[in-house]
Structures are given as C-alpha cells and as structure tokens.
C-alpha cells in the first residue's frame, strides 16, 4: 500500500494528481482496464497556489466527489511559498470543509508551519482522518502531531541513517504508520524493506501494518 505517490507501482496506490480533473478522467478509463489498485488524491498544493490562483476550486469542487478520489490532497501548508500563511490557511480550510463533507482523509503537505497546522486541524474541528505525508521532521514535532491523531507516513528519507524518518520510525505507533515513495525514484517494495528492517519485522508484516491502516482509514 502506497498512500502517496506521483508513479504508480506495484500495490494499492494512491496517486496525486493535483488539481487535474482531465487527467484523473483519463487514467479513469485506463486503470478500468489494468485493474482496480489504482485510487486518486486530488487537492490544491501549496507550493502551486501563485501559478493557480482562486480559480482552481472550479476545478477541484468537481473532481473530489469522483468515486475513484479518495482523498483529499496534498494539501497543506509551506512556509517557503510566496503565499502569505493566513491565505494559505483559508485555502486549507476550503479543502477541510471539502473533505468533512464528502468524508474522505487529507493528505498533508506541511513545511515549517506545524503549528499552525495543527491550530487549523483544531479549529476546523475536522473529524476526517489527516495523513501527514513525508515526514521527516523533529521529535517534538512528531509528539505533538500524534498527540493530535495524524498519521505519519514517511518514505524515501528512511533510507539516510541519520534521517529523522529513520531515528523516529520506532516512535510511530504501528496502528498510525502509512508507507510512500512520493515523487522519488525509489520502487516501494525498497521502502517497505527498510522500514522493515529497522523495525524488525518482516515486510509481510510491514505490509500488514498499513494495509490495516488502509482498509480502516479508507473504510475498506
Ligand atoms: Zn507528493
């Protein structure tokens, strides 16, 4: 089970497909073909809102009640954007309310704005599962967020030792860990070997894990 990822492979995938409702269209037919293991996220990234401007919610409003979209995303959060933090905010608040109402998981994108993250996650009151993906950040920040009952994916990073996707895996509780490749090169049969082997089980079982999360999630 991949929960984020922008190629899809082997396994349940989720793939983003931003804001694009021609493409999810397309790749509709043809996953109808090649078999059911391919779901969609369709969300606003913030790092794309300068290109888009208001006018991608024409687009989402529509594409996020197709069947095959399952979640909501990436959404979130940059602090490198040009983008000031409060419009980001209301924007992410638009996908909330998206989300709450169609009930379907976020998928999050956050980068050096985890306070306010979590600030509009308690705000909007938001009773749908939020999935934090790639993360590799601190600690503290890791505490705080399962404090507050995200889920925590992370991916390629876990193959640098001195990562904190790598140092902190132990600290995901099992029944909160999802797995993704993301936008990088590595396939996800690596990823789930090294989050097995630094956990010591055996990928089946790693497999397990998030297939659980998955089906309970996603109401599978
Ligand atoms: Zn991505």
Not at 146 to 173: H, K, T, W
Request: with cysteine; proline share 2%; aromatic share 6%.
């Amino acid at each position: 089970m991949n929960i984020h990822t922008h190629h899809v492979g082997e396994g349940i995938n989720i793939l983003d497909v931003g804001e694009g409702k021609a493409w999810v269209e397309k790749e509709k037919r043809r996953e109808l073909v090649e078999g059911q293991n391919v779901f969609y996220s369709v969300g606003v990234h913030p790092m794309k809102l300068n290109e888009l401007g208001e006018s991608v919610f024409v687009g989402i409003e529509d594409t996020v009640r197709i069947k095959k979209v399952i979640a909501i995303g990436e959404c979130g959060l940059d602090r490198r954007s040009p983008i000031c933090m409060k419009t980001q905010e209301e924007i992410l608040e638009v996908q909330v309310r998206l989300a709450e109402e169609l009930c379907k998981p976020l998928i999050i994108h956050c980068v050096k704005a985890y306070s306010e993250l979590i600030a509009v996650r308690k705000r909007t009151k938001s009773s749908v599962p939020w999935i934090v993906h790639g993360y590799n950040n601190n600690e503290r920040i890791l505490r705080q967020l399962l404090d507050c009952e995200f889920y925590i994916s992370v991916g390629a990073a876990l193959s640098d030792s001195r990562s904190n996707a790598f140092q902190l895996l132990r600290m995901i509780p099992a029944e909160r860990l999802f797995l993704e490749n993301d936008d990088k090169e590595v396939e996800i049969s690596v990823i789930y070997e090294t989050a097995s082997a630094i956990l010591g089980v055996d990928v089946e079982t790693m497999k397990e894990i998030t297939g659980n999360n998955y089906n309970k999630v996603f109401r599978k």
